[in-house]
Structure formats: C-alpha cells, structure tokens
Nanobody, 129 residues
Framework: QVQPVEFGGGLVQAGGSLRLSCAAS????????MGWFRQAPGNEREFVAG????????FYGDSVKGRFTISRDVAKTTLYLQMNRLKPGDTAAYYC??????????????????????WGQGTQVTVSS
C-alpha cells in the first residue's frame, strides 16, 4: 500500500524554523499533486500547502502564507515544508498527502481532504511560547 512517510517534526521555540520532509516514492510527482495538512487536538484537519505535479503552482492556507514554503526534489521524490516564524498556534501533527492528477480539479479543490488519495502517518510539531 502506498504511504508517504513524514520526517522532521520536533519541538521548537516560537519564532524559530523547522523543515519537514516527506518521502513519497509511491506517489511519482509526474502523476500526483502533493499537499501538507495539519491537525491539532480537538480540531479538524486543516490544509497547509499544496503543489501541482509539475511544480508550476503552489497554494497555501491563510494562516501560513508568507511563513511556510512548500517545495520538492523530483529526483528524490521528496516533498518539503519549510516553516519559518513559527507560532504556538502552529502546533499540530503534520501530514503529507498525494492527490492523483487524473482525479478531479486540483486547482479548485487543492484544500479538500477528499482530493488526496494517500496519506502519511504524520509528524508532530510543537511550538513553545
């Protein structure tokens, strides 16, 4: 079964930075758009960032715009999330997910959970004040 694997979570002070990685060998970037979501305890899963399969377009949730950057290494089939100026409100489990390019309209539904077919198990990010 295809399952992306996230790395890089941890504890960081407010104002600091962290980079998450996602090994997604089962989701070739030629066929899949990629996204990051997060979920804090008691909250619904929230869209964080997305990138189209050719890397030409990126999308961000309002709460992370200007602070987070999504990118990828095609040769390594690895997705990244660079998180800067972290806040305690960014504390959550972060999930990497794959969206089949043949499914739906990613450009209008990039922030919808149902758009994504495969999900990682998540990596915890905790931001202390």
């Amino acid at each position: 079964q295809v399952q992306p694997v996230e790395f890089g979570g941890g504890l960081v002070q407010a104002g600091g930075s962290l980079r998450l990685s996602c090994a997604a060998s089962g989701c070739p970037f030629s066929d899949y758009h990629m996204g990051w979501f997060r979920q804090a305890p008691g909250n619904e899963r929230e869209f964080v960032a997305g990138i189209t399969r050719r890397g030409g377009s990126t999308f961000y949730g309002d709460s992370v715009k200007g602070r987070f950057t999504i990118s990828r290494d095609v040769a390594k089939t690895t997705l990244y999330l660079q998180m800067n100026r972290l806040k305690p409100g960014d504390t959550a489990a972060y999930y990497c997910a794959c969206a089949a390019a043949a499914k739906g309209n990613y450009y209008s539904d990039y922030d919808k959970e149902w758009q994504y077919e495969f999900w990682g198990q998540g990596t915890q990010v905790t931001v202390s004040s």
